[in-house]
């Protein structure tokens, strides 16, 4: 099974999705195209460290939250024995709905 890899630039912690880099953009909207292209395979990303990968993680998570082009789904796949520096991802669309149907049995209160 192939991966799409990515490679780290180390960084200074961000907060707002205005300050996530546009490589970190770029990587998702790339990696989620190819993924999306090719349903049997994964994402790879490594870092130096893993302050590093954290970092790219939270940047990568907000940005999928709030992404103008459709919202998507990052998911950190189960990885044995993968050094706290690589991690395997995967990228869906967030499907529309899904809160709508899995609240509808809920009332406020």
């Not at 709030?66 to 499907?95: C, D, H, Y």
Request: aromatic letters at 8%.
């Amino acid at each position: 099974m192939a991966m799409i890899k990515f490679q780290s630039k180390p960084r200074t912690g961000q907060s707002s999705l205005a300050d996530i880099p546009q490589d970190v953009k770029d990587d998702v909207d790339e990696a989620y195209g190819y993924l999306t292209d090719h349903a049997d395979q994964e994402g790879f990303a490594e870092f130096e460290t893993e302050a590093e990968r954290k970092r790219w993680i939270a940047d990568v998570r907000g940005y999928c939250a709030s992404r103008e082009a459709g919202v998507l789904t990052f998911r950190i796949l189960p990885s044995k024995n993968l050094p706290v520096t690589q991690v395997r991802f995967g990228l869906t669309a967030n499907l529309p709905g899904n809160a709508a149907q899995n609240n509808s049995g809920r009332t406020e209160g």
